[in-house]
């Protein structure tokens, strides 16, 4: 089984920029991929950043140019630096970790979420 442990969510203004962080652990299970999801109200969860062990990332279009997802293996940790942010990013993240070197799709593991809201 793998924890994940998210922080740095909150309130930010049109503009400005937040860092989310999650750390993993809890399993022997190698963990191939980490990355970050989102789901606002009345949508479905979606792919915001996603990271392998090797360095492949995948970004959604919406944040391309805005977010970077960074990952410490040895410490088998995912940052996602938002800068610029939008109302439209509001939203409660998710971490994943996946067993799967693929960063098309989730893994079996989730964070509990920290909210992201972004308003003036």
């Known amino acids: 089984q793998v924890q994940l442990v998210e922080s740095g969510g909150g309130l930010v203004q049109p503009g400005g920029s937040l860092r989310l962080s999650c750390a993993a652990s809890?399993?022997?299970?190698?963990?191939?991929?980490l990355g970050w999801y989102r789901q606002a109200p009345g949508k479905q969860r979606e792919l915001v950043a996603a990271v392998t062990r090797g360095g492949t990332t995948n970004y959604s279009d919406s944040v391309k140019g805005r977010f970077t997802i960074s990952r410490d293996n040895t410490k088998n940790t995912v940052d996602l630096q938002m800068s610029s942010l939008k109302p439209e990013d509001t939203a409660v993240y998710y971490c994943n970790a996946n067993s799967f070197a693929t960063v098309s799709y989730p893994g079996s593991y989730w964070g509990q979420g920290t909210q992201v809201t972004v308003s003036s």
């Open positions: 809890g399993s022997r299970v190698s963990i191939a991929a």
